[in-house]
């Protein structure tokens, strides 16, 4: 029997090569290229033409329009991460850290959803007497959903093919493995043409399929980059061991917003979502205290508020340190850059700590401002008032730039009792909100003017 072809894959970039190296000549990651089987070929025609079946091609207007009512998960905050629910037909990835919650999280989600649906829980990591004895412990209606324990994609694919199950879970992917791949479960190829089967089972089928990633120590999808790429929906589930919130961020989603945001309390029942997510970010000291303060920030379709914190010292080292929780940490050392140039505050010799509390992370530009007030009142050891709320984009020039859905997060931070707002100029609202005073600034001096 003759050998099969083998090739090289990146990780990272999914570019196959003939020869294995160090670095992927493409992508110029180091330590990204494993072997996997090569399949065979298709035969062409003497014309250079795929000799098989061809597909089949109509205009868009034939293409029929009808909207599916989504299936509800059970969890409104999960259902406003998916953009509204589940649809039938799609793929799901959801990734986090190994005891995030993922398998309680999705096994809540399989118990509720199989009142209303035919639903399959498969597992390639645990036994379905673990499976049963975690449904036990939190109180779950178990009677209904059907389980297997199997890592083979095409005995998965023949099961549910035969028990036609409207929502699947797949326990994790990089557990799975297909009989074709000679490649241990986990390598890149495995999970490539594993999650590249389910899915078209799922298309074929109209099944909405969930898959349970791994992460890397990095916090990235463990695999390669493609399985992304692959699917409708990427999630990842953040928290952390020692705190009961855990957060699921949308990252990918063709059937909703993007960056869209769930939060959740683990507790000794399984998740329980949170309503109004603000009011946990705002547990703050009895006591004003210098550098804290709220500011206002979008997820998804909704407004946030947050509170942030800087704590700014005399450092005793040649270089300064800069430390940000939340937040990225080369966007304040170019905030700090305008902060001495534009408004005279000087930190080149201080240690400067930023944290965003309870263990948000923030990716948009709104943050600048209340960034740089906090970084000015723990400086000046000057407390800012308790019922004040910030947000802007700061500019390299030192211009206060607006930001998007500017009334929205003024109405969220009225909503929660806050009387002052310095904002950008541009953000004001002609009505004015009602019991608010809004302290409208068009250059970073203004703004820190307004703190005295």
């Given at each position: ?191 490539r043409e594993s ?51 855990r957060m699921i ?24 979502e949170i309503a ?177």
């Amino acid at each position: 029997m003759a050998k099969p072809k083998t090739a090289y894959v990146c990780s990272q970039c999914g570019t196959t090569h003939g020869k294995w190296a160090g670095q992927c000549p493409d992508c110029r990651q180091w330590d990204t290229l494993s072997e996997t089987a090569l399949e065979p070929a298709v035969k062409s025609n003497r014309f250079g033409g795929y000799s098989g079946s061809l597909a089949e091609v109509q205009p868009m207007a034939a293409v029929t329009m009808e909207t599916e009512a989504r299936l509800h998960t059970g969890l409104k905050e999960l259902d406003r991460v998916l953009g509204g629910g589940l649809v039938r037909g799609s793929v799901v990835l959801i990734g986090g850290d190994p005891g995030v919650g993922k398998s309680t999280g999705l096994l809540q989600v399989c118990c509720e959803m199989s009142q209303r649906v035919k639903t399959l829980y498969v597992t390639g990591e645990e036994s379905l007497r673990q499976i049963a004895m975690r449904a036990k412990r939190l109180g779950l209606p178990d009677k209904a959903l059907l389980l297997t324990a199997e890592t083979q994609v095409e005995a998965i694919c023949a099961a549910a093919a035969s028990e036609r199950p409207e929502v699947m879970v797949i326990d994790s992917i990089q557990t799975m493995q297909v009989a074709d791949v000679q490649s241990a479960p986990g390598s890149v190829s495995q999970v490539r043409e594993s999650a590249a089967r389910l899915t078209q089972f799922a298309k074929q089928s109209n099944t909405a399929i969930f898959l349970v990633g791994h992460v890397t120590k990095s916090g990235d999808l463990a695999g390669p980059r493609v399985l992304e790429h692959i699917i409708d929906v990427v999630c990842y589930f953040e928290g952390n061991s020692d705190s009961r919130y855990r957060m699921i961020r949308a990252v990918k989603n063709r059937y909703g917003a993007v960056n869209e945001l769930g939060v959740f309390a683990m507790t000794e029942t399984g998740l329980k979502e949170i309503a109004n997510p603000s009011a946990i970010f705002l547990s703050r000291s009895s006591e004003p205290m210098p550098g804290s303060v709220v500011m206002v920030v979008w997820e998804g379709s909704r407004p946030l508020l947050v509170e942030i914190q800087a704590l700014v010292d005399d450092s005793h080292a040649e270089n300064p340190r800069r430390v940000t929780v939340g937040l990225e940490q080369n966007r304040l050392s170019m905030l700090l850059a305008v902060l001495h140039r534009h408004g005279n505050v000087v930190t080149y010799n201080q240690d400067v700590f930023i944290n965003v509390v309870g263990g948000v992370r923030v990716n948009e530009t709104s943050v600048d401002l209340a960034l740089l007030l906090a970084i000015v009142s723990s400086l000046r050891d000057q407390p800012l008032p308790r019922d004040l709320v910030v947000f802007g984009e700061v500019g390299l020039a030192g211009e206060i730039r607006p930001v998007p859905n500017g009334q929205e997060r003024l109405r969220e931070a009225a909503k929660h009792g806050f009387k002052r707002a310095i904002i950008p100029r541009d953000n004001a609202p002609k009505a004015g909100i009602k019991g608010m005073e809004l302290i409208a600034v068009g250059k970073l001096g203004e703004a820190i003017a307004a703190l005295a």
